[in-house]
């Protein structure tokens, strides 16, 4: 007849497989084997499950880790003699299982110290046994088959403890050990008596279930029981003596024995460690010190296990966590009580589930968050990996849709099939529409769990088929977003687990909601700023340039610096790059002030010097209190040569063509604003096809850490090792290590030299009766020289006008410039006349004038004026057939 827990057939021993399964590989032993002991209290009958282990002289078997109600209401000690005759020992040393029952009449509590109870055969793990038959008595033998019918036995005589199985000749009392205590509390506590197992573990050690009953273990529970045994045998800690940072300390003396592991984390050298535990301690931080005595006090601790986590200073300066873990042994006859463990450190360590100093580490992490990208890596970093998920995502919430800030891991394939089709161009908006319950989630507010096979939705089933985890993040009365966590294997979602997730998604939810609040204010200031800023850079003749702004990221300031590159007449190009005093609006402001300043300084034609000097009077006429700094370079693209002007600026850094480098410090003047008759000097640079010229602001160079020489020689050194062919990756390269607590302009021009070279004549036309004549004949032999005379006709019509309206409508000097580049010709007559030609909109049949820029418009394909040095130039060009 088979018995019932056969017919049932491993039930309970499938999901307790199972159960082992979902076991985080991350781990460590010690987590693991607590895990074990209460799954052997979930899947069998047993009320208190133990596992001893040989010390580390193999002498005793100590009591390793427990779970269930207190062992010593059962007479479970901590200890057992290795060579003694309690089932503890005997089930090391025979490697077999033993089941033993304790019935209400029995007087003696410490079933486990009775070894004398009958010396029978053990029953194998896993054999049935019929209900109230007895196991054959005998000797070593084969075990008996699953479910073998037994026949029915004697009972079992009120009174005696018996080894469950063995044949007991009916009315015999079995015999007694002599050395039992008697123990009233224990029989009123179990008035039906208790059930007893002993598995061995791999020959280190056993397991000992305990259950409240004579008939507590059936034949399903002892299946169960030897899975769940040999996966605590893989699950026991190794001896602490000399196996990795394990300590051996004398409670009588203070001396400890100490591996190298060890001294390794406390930053100790094994000759400069004196063996007496206070030089270890004497290391712990100072509120820790309290925790760290009462463990290593033995006045203070009873026999049994300790786990503490504790902070020391290392000889840097910066602070450690390690986790103590250990176990007194008691003393004998001349050998004192020993604390016997390991030490590790616990920044490496998987924190248990509800340990509230993942709370604390996360807490921490989000207050230091300052952007939406920063919250979302935090809680990725608090969850994932602790949790063992195979993937999470959190997203802000924006009307009905998600919009995902990370995604981890990132890769598109590990991601649903309907995430995927919502795709953009960095993560997915998460289609809300598609997930209903996801929905419900977030307009309940609540956090929703799903175990493996639950009924849901396939673009949130696919994101944990094992488990899925969905948190609403709320803050403020709303919900910000919602954090989705996924496992791909079956997870067991215990009650702290719940609890550290919906204490995660509170804090979550204030610190994105404060994030996006920092984004959106951070995003408004950088619009500003680049409002004030260049909106794109001009192709350049012979040159190509690249600009970078990067704001500061301390706090929400406006900063001052700006750039600019100015296209200027006869193929020349002014760069400027400045930094105002300050971070704030009126910084901003000023800088904005400074740049169209300059500019329009610039166009009028003025040199460098006079440039910045029409700055810097203006600066100091504007009645503020910030001072500015400025570089300005003109540079002549057909030339190659380049005049520059320091403002209390960081000189401008040069990169040959073969790859030396030269930081120009020629003298410069002060900072504008300062001092109002300021000379700024003019200095050459001599710039060859090839060569990279970068301006840039002290944030780049500059920081708490590091001077201005320093920084700038780093920037000549990473300019060295770069490519300048391609300016962007440059550019980005260097703000790669930019101080962020201060903003930085960045501008970068790579000389190239023009390919085609324009050619000029210029020609000073004197005030006498035939300027306009001479002024022709000179422009006739120009265009013969060059090879264009067929469009001589044109060319002087043109000339005779400009050099007529020049003579009749300007007094000074007037200068003629003949300019061939290509297929066209550029007429340009200049004068010291600020005021424009205007074109009349009518003219009479009377009128004596007013033709001549309608007859220079009609002859040329384009014609306009530009300031030059307090005048005008007045300009035509024509195109060459």
Not at 330 to 351: F, I, Y
Not at 507 to 525: K, N, T, W, Y
Not at 612 to 621: G, I, Q
Not at 662 to 679: R, T
């Amino acid at each position: 007849m088979v018995s019932e827990g056969a017919a049932e057939h491993g039930t309970r021993t499938l999901r307790a497989e199972l159960a082992l399964k979902t076991l985080g590989g991350d781990l460590d032993p010690h987590e693991r084997l607590h895990a074990i002991l209460e799954q052997v209290l979930v899947f069998t009958s047993a009320t208190v499950a133990a596992v001893y282990l040989p010390d580390g002289e193999g002498e005793a078997l100590s009591l390793t880790a427990s779970a269930g109600v207190p062992r010593r209401l059962y007479g479970l000690s901590d200890t057992y003699p290795a060579s003694g005759t309690a089932p503890v020992a005997e089930t090391c040393r025979s490697g077999r299982p033993r089941w033993l029952v304790s019935t209400a009449s029995h007087r003696n509590a410490d079933l486990l110290r009775n070894a004398d109870l009958h010396q029978n055969a053990d029953v194998s793990e896993g054999a049935g046994v019929s209900e109230g038959a007895d196991a054959p008595q005998g000797a070593e033998g084969p075990d008996l088959p699953e479910g073998a019918g037994v026949p029915k036995g004697p009972d079992v005589p009120k009174g005696a403890d018996v080894l469950e199985g063995a044949g007991v000749p009916e009315g015999a009392d079995a015999p007694q050990s002599a050395d039992l205590p008697e123990d009233a509390d224990l029989r009123r506590a179990h008035p039906e008596g208790f059930s007893l197992g002993v598995l061995p573990l791999r020959e280190r050690g056993c397991l000992v279930a305990v259950g409240d009953g004579t008939d507590a273990f059936d034949a399903e529970d002892r299946r169960c029981l030897g899975l769940l045994a040999e996966a605590a045998a893989g699950a026991t800690p190794a001896p602490p003596a000399g196996h990795g940072a394990s300590f051996d300390l004398a409670m009588d003396s203070g001396r400890v024995e100490v591996d190298d592991g060890l001294l390794d984390l406390f930053g100790i050298g094994r000759d400069d460690f004196d063996g007496r535990v206070e030089t270890l301690i004497a290391l712990t931080v100072p509120e820790d010190l309290p925790a760290l005595m009462s463990v290593v006090e033995a006045d203070h601790m009873s026999i049994g296990d300790r786990e503490l986590e504790f902070r020391i200073l290392q000889p840097s300066g910066e602070q450690r966590w390690l986790r103590l873990r250990g176990r007194i042994l008691p003393g004998g006859e001349n050998r004192p009580a020993r604390l016997v463990g390991t030490v590790a450190d616990a920044s490496t360590l998987r924190t248990g589930r509800g340990d509230v100093a993942r709370i604390q580490r996360l807490a921490a992490a989000l207050a230091t968050a300052g952007t939406v990208r920063d919250v979302s890596q935090a809680v990725v970093t608090a969850l994932r990996k602790p949790l063992l998920a195979d993937r999470i995502a959190l997203a802000e919430l924006e009307g009905d849709r998600l919009v995902v800030t990370v995604l981890d891991p990132p890769q598109p394939e590990v991601w649903p099939e309907v995430w995927r089709s919502e795709w953009r161009s960095e993560w997915p908006d998460a289609p809300v529409r598609t997930m209903p319950t996801l929905a419900t989630a977030l307009r309940e507010g609540r956090a929703g769990i799903w175990p493996a096979g639950a009924d849901l939705e396939p673009a949130l089933a696919d994101v944990g088929p094992g488990g899925l985890a969905v948190l609403p993040l709320p803050a403020g009365g709303r919900m910000a977003g919602a954090c989705l966590i996924g496992w791909d294997n079956p997870h067991d979602f215990g009650p702290e687990e719940r609890a550290l997730l919906t204490a995660a998604s509170g804090l979550a939810g204030q610190a994105l909601m404060r994030a996006h609040a920092f984004d959106a204010e951070h995003e408004l200031v950088g619009m500003l700023q680049r409002t004030l800023l260049p909106r794109r850079l001009p192709q350049l003749p012979g040159a190509v340039a690249v600009a970078r702004y990067l704001p500061t990221t301390a706090g929400l300031e406006v900063g001052g610096d700006w750039y600019d590159v100015i296209p200027l007449p006869d193929n020349h190009v002014a760069l400027v790059i400045g930094d105002v005093q300050g971070h704030n609006a009126g910084a901003a402001t000023l800088m904005g002030q400074m740049r169209t300043a300059l500019r329009a300084y610039a166009v009028e034609g003025h040199p460098p010097d006079v440039v910045v000097s029409h700055a810097n009077r203006l600066l100091m006429d504007m009645e503020t209190d910030l001072f500015a700094t400025c570089c300005y370079v003109d540079i002549d693209m057909e030339e190659g040569s380049a005049w520059y002007v320091r403002a209390g600026h960081i000189p401008p850094v040069l990169r040959h063509p073969n790859g030396s480098t030269e930081i120009s410090e020629a003298e410069g003047g002060p900072p504008l604003g300062v001092v109002m008759q300021a000379d700024f000097p003019m200095s050459p640079l001599r710039l060859t096809p090839g060569t990279l010229l970068a301006l840039t602001t002290d944030g780049l160079v500059e920081s708490a850490d590091v001077d201005v020489e320093d920084g700038l020689d780093q920037l000549a050194a990473e300019l060295s090792a770069a490519d300048p062919a391609h300016l962007g990756v440059v550019a980005d390269t260097l703000l790669g290590g930019a101080n962020r607590d201060d903003d930085v302009a960045l501008l970068l021009v790579r000389y190239d030299g023009m390919a085609l070279r324009p050619q000029r004549e210029n020609w000073s036309v004197w005030r006498v009766p035939q300027a306009v004549g001479q002024a022709r004949r000179y422009t006739r032999r120009v265009l013969r020289r060059w090879g264009v005379d067929s469009m001589a006709d044109t060319v002087l019509l043109v000339v005779s006008e400009l050099v007529t309206n020049a003579l009749v409508h300007t007094d000074g000097r007037v200068r003629l410039d003949l300019t061939l580049l290509a297929d066209r010709l550029r007429v340009s007559v200049a004068d010291s006349s600020p005021r424009t030609p205007m074109k009349p909109t009518v003219i009479g049949w009377e009128a004596t004038g007013g033709r001549g820029i309608l007859l220079v418009e009609a002859m040329s394909s384009a014609w306009g004026t530009v300031p030059v040095s307090g005048g005008k130039q007045v300009w035509a060009e024509i195109p060459i057939e």
